[in-house]
Structure formats: C-alpha cells, structure tokens
C-alpha cells in the first residue's frame, strides 16, 4: 500500500493550527511555538503531525512575533496560509480568525493548538475518522494531575455536554481527571456559528473555543469524546513542560531509531533531532548529540562524545570519539574522523582518514587521503573562506597548515609541520618549514 492510500481519509478537511498567543508562562522574549522540541520549532512539529492526512486546506493562526512564525511556517515542506490574529483575546476568537479564509468551506475543521507538539498523525487519523459519527469529536486524555487543563463533562451516557477551564471550574469539576487536548474536529458551518455566539464571560476574560462544546450540546448535537495517551497530547505553557516534552519526544525518536536497526548502546544519553536518520547496523555510542539534517548510512559508528548536525556519514565510516561535524560535511564510506577533529564543510573521500587533532573546513579531500594528527586548513583570511583540495592518497604530515586557497595533488606528500601556501603538484613531496640546525655543544 502506498502512503498515499493509507494516509487517504474518507472525508475530506481544513486544518488550524492555533500560534497567536505570548505564552506568557514560558517568560520569553520567543514566541512560544517558536520553542523547540528535538531541534525543531513546536508549530512545525504540529504541521508535520497533519501533512501526511493530505488536509485540503492548512491554516495558522498567528499573532505575537507574527512574522518570525509565518517565516518558521513558510520554512516547512508542507503549504501553509498564515491568518494574523492581531489581539490575541482567546482559543475561540482565535479560530475565528481563519473564517473568512474558510468561508464556504463544507467539510471539517480540525483544530490543532501550536502548543501541542507531541500528537501524532495516527492519533489524528482515528479523531478525522471519528468525526463521521459525531458533530463534535474532542480528543481528551486522562491525567492523574490533571491541573492546567480544561476538564472533560460528561452525562451519564459519556457524551460530552461541556468543557471548563481550570480557573473557572468548582472543586467537584477540578476532581475530574479526563482532560481537554484543545484539539477537536467540527464541521465548518456549525464551528463559526457557534463561534459567533462566544463570549467572553469567564475567569480570563476570553473568547474559549471550548465553550462551543455547550452551544452545541445545548442545540442537542452529539459530542464524542476520543481519548488518546497523554504522551502525544501534553501542552506546553511552561519551560519545565518544555523539557518533560523533550524528555517524551527523545525516547519516541531513539525508539523508531532503534526499530530501524540502529544500536543505540545507552539511549538515554544520545540525543537526537526530530529529522535524524540512522541506518540498519549504526552503532552510536554513548554521550552523542546530532544536530538537524543528519543521515548516518548503514554500519557506521558514531563514537562516544561527538556532535554532528548537517552531515552525512557515509557507510562504515567511524566519528569520534570527541568529534565535531559541522553543516555541509559528507564523510565518505569507512572514512575515520577521530578525536578532537572538526570537519566544517568539508568532503572527506572513502576511505580518508582524520584521526587526531584537526580543523577541516571548506575542503574537499580524495579517497584514501590521510590527515596528519594537527593538520588545520587556513580557510579564512579575516574577510573571506577559501577552499582547500586535498587529492586522492595524499599525506599530510602532522601539525602542518595548510593556507588556503590551496591543492595539494594526489598522492603528494607534505612533510611534517609544514605551512603550504603554494599548489603542491601530484605525488610531489613539499616541505613547507624550516631546516633543522644542530649546533653541537662547545
Ligand atoms: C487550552 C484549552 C484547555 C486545554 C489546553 C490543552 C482553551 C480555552 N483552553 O488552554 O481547555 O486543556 O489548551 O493544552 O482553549 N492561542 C491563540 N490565540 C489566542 C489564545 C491562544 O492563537 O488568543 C493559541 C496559543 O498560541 C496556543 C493555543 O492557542 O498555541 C492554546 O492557548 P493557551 O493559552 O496555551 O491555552 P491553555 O491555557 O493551554
Ligand atoms: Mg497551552
């Protein structure tokens, strides 16, 4: 089957994703969705969760630092519309900024909160499918502590007849523990009329989506409750929320790494970004951070220590311990980058070998080359880079400097503690240093 088929809904249906407010609890000068979770800004984490069910339209909703999120929308593969929400005056008069964008819109409107990273696309695929049994589908989850959110009210048939806030519920309604996620699913035309109707009548003085929910029980439509686990529906208001979050999201990564065929020897300390892949039979050790943009192909090992973000480690190659691999580095099939060694930009060939002790940045070295333990490429002149070749089966002695803009041929050699600031032809040996002196004892 083909992801396309089995991502395919019955129905079809626009998205919003609400990214408007401060959130003022995480006491930031960032926007709140602008957080990140595994490298990746929580509103992005959100339209990655719904891309693959193919809404027909996908709408957010921004208002604080607007254009630094539309820029962070507009940096996803998925196509987005932006809707500003200039006063942020509630999770209801929110949605009803994207209105006018959906207006005669027939189908459904998922709701999704920016600030509700972890979801899944599974979990939304079974609320979509819910949604043709009910007028209302609200995903819930239930919580042992359930304090910050809004609360779940039943009849004695489970259909849902209301949603309260936290600061507006009595003590009996603060006992429930089946809590709202903010997500639901509603169809257009009865969401923005009963949208019309909010007001904002409650402890916060704001327009809360969640009130539809007793308009709508009200006008006697079914309301469902769907619950999911917690893990996937945690909110983020707060730094500790955020770091709990990523706690929660490093251990689903390492998980689907690990079903992919990667050893991870000590999973909870190697850290991965949402993007990371790992191919079958990669070994990372202990103590390993990847940054965005990284693909380690099958057999590699990635020793303890290393941070590597855009790059690629090619098959068998091995990096680290203690290795630094910068943005636009490929390390070719069973190339060694060793301790302390910091690849910037650089192509290292098959079988090239950077052991100890070096800095390579905007170089292009051959296959088989070998790096001497110091090696450093002079790439900047204080105004601009220049590139470095370093040709097939070269060898550089160790500590040498090599200037650039520079080649080094294929097969040359360059002696130990050399400074080359000059071509060195093919299989040629230069010695870019002083003579040694001996002056004997008198
Ligand atoms: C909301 C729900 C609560 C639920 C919880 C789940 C309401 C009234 N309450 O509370 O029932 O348990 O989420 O996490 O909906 N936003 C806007 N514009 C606004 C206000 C908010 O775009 O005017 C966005 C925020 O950027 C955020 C999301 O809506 O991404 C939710 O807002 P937030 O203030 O975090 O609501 P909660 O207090 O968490
Ligand atoms: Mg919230």
């Known amino acids: 089957m083909t992801n396309q088929h089995k991502n395919k809904l019955s129905s079809a249906f626009a998205a919003v994703i609400l990214a408007a407010g401060k959130g003022t609890r995480m006491r930031s000068g960032l926007p709140k969705v602008l957080h990140k979770l595994a490298g990746t800004p929580l509103v992005n984490h959100v339209l990655s969760a719904v891309a693959p069910l193919s809404p027909e339209r996908l709408i957010v909703v921004v208002g604080q630092g607007s254009e630094s999120v539309e820029k962070t929308v507009k940096a996803h593969s998925v196509a987005a519309t932006c809707v500003l929400q200039s006063e942020q005056l509630g999770t209801g ?24 990273p972890l979801i899944t696309t599974a979990t939304l695929r079974t609320l979509c499918e819910a949604s043709s049994t009910a007028d209302v589908v609200v995903l819930g989850m239930h919580l042992d502590t359930p304090t910050g959110y809004g609360r779940l009210l039943q009849n004695a048939a489970g259909d849902l007849v209301g949603i309260v806030e936290e600061k507006d519920a009595s003590d009996a309604q603060k006992t429930i523990t089946l809590c709202n996620s903010g997500i639901l699913m509603v169809r257009a035309a009865s969401l923005f009329g009963w949208l019309s109707q909010l007001r904002p009548n409650n402890a916060a003085g704001e327009y809360y989506l969640t009130d539809i929910i007793g308009l709508a029980a009200a006008e006697g439509k079914q309301c ?15 730094r500790a929320q955020l770091a709990q979050a990523e706690v929660a999201l490093q251990d689903r990564l390492r998980a689907r790494a690990m079903e992919q065929g990667a050893t991870l020897i000590d999973p909870a300390s190697i ?42 480690i090619g098959r068998s190659a091995i ?23 910091e690849l910037k930009n650089t192509q290292l060939g098959a079988g090239a070998k950077a052991n100890h002790l070096s800095y390579v940045g905007d170089s292009i070295v051959g296959a088989g080359a070998n790096i001497g333990a110091g090696t450093i ?5 204080g105004v601009n880079k220049h590139k470095t070749f370093i040709g097939e089966g070269a060898f550089i002695g160790s500590n040498s400097s090599l200037v650039a803009p520079v080649s080094i041929g294929a097969g040359a ?10 071509n060195v032809p093919d299989g040629a040996l230069a010695l870019g240093r002083a003579h040694q002196v001996i002056k004997p004892k008198k």
């Open 377 to 381: 490429t002079c790439n900047y002149d």
């Open 93 to 116: 008069h929110a949605v009803n900024v994207a209105a006018p964008e959906l207006a005669n819109y027939s189908g459904h409107v998922l709701v999704l909160y920016g600030d509700t």
């Open 271 to 312: 850290f991965l970004s949402a993007d990371t892949q790992l191919g079958e039979d990669v070994v990372v050790h202990p103590h390993v951070v990847f940054g965005a943009h990284v693909v380690v192909e099958d057999g590699a090992e990635i020793r303890s220590f290393s941070h590597i973000e855009g790059a690629h």
């Open 224 to 238: 469902r409750v769907v619950t999911a686990p917690a893990a996937e529906l945690a909110g983020i208001n707060t």
């Open 319 to 341: 990096v680290g311990p203690f290795a630094r691999v910068r943005p636009g580095s490929v390390v070719g099939a069973a190339a060694h980058v060793g301790n302390f060694v």
């Open 413 to 422: 050699r360059v002696g130990a503690g050399s400074v080359i600031t000059e």
